[in-house]
């Protein structure tokens, strides 16, 4: 430790670098994940932006996979490479059945479906802030 961090460590105040790494932690989790599900050649990636429109993440990813056993590989592949890169544990949900599975990774939720799940629940139309007549709007 150099002569400045100790110095800093014992004000109790954070370095520069610990202020710029908070600040690119969300974006740093995000595009994880996304180079994970490309990695694990998910299909149809769709990344909805939450950032101020909802409290509960920053980014909501939605993919599919071809089957049960590769929305269950996928899925715990992703929360094991979270976990790895120092982002935390994650909340894995649905993976006995894996026709759709949750991770919530914290600033990103990630949709794991298979495809006729995926259509079925339609979350894309449902998340969407599209605004106008067609989306709520008045009649």
Sequence with gaps: MTQAQSVSAAAG??????????????TDLHALVLAQLDDDQAQDVVSIPLEG???????????????TRQVAAMAQKLA????????GPVRVEGLPAADWVLIDAGDVIVHLF??????????????????GEAAGGRA
């Design 114 to 131: 298979r495809p006729e799940v995926r259509s079925f629940y339609n979350l894309e139309r449902m998340w969407s802030f599209e605004t």
């Design 13 to 26: 105040t954070r370095p520069a670098a610990a202020v710029v790494a908070a600040d690119l932690h969300e």
């Design 53 to 67: 429109k909802s409290s509960i993440a920053d980014h909501m990813v939605i993919a599919s996979g071809r089957s």
């Design 80 to 87: 094991e490479k979270v976990k790895q890169s120092g982002f």
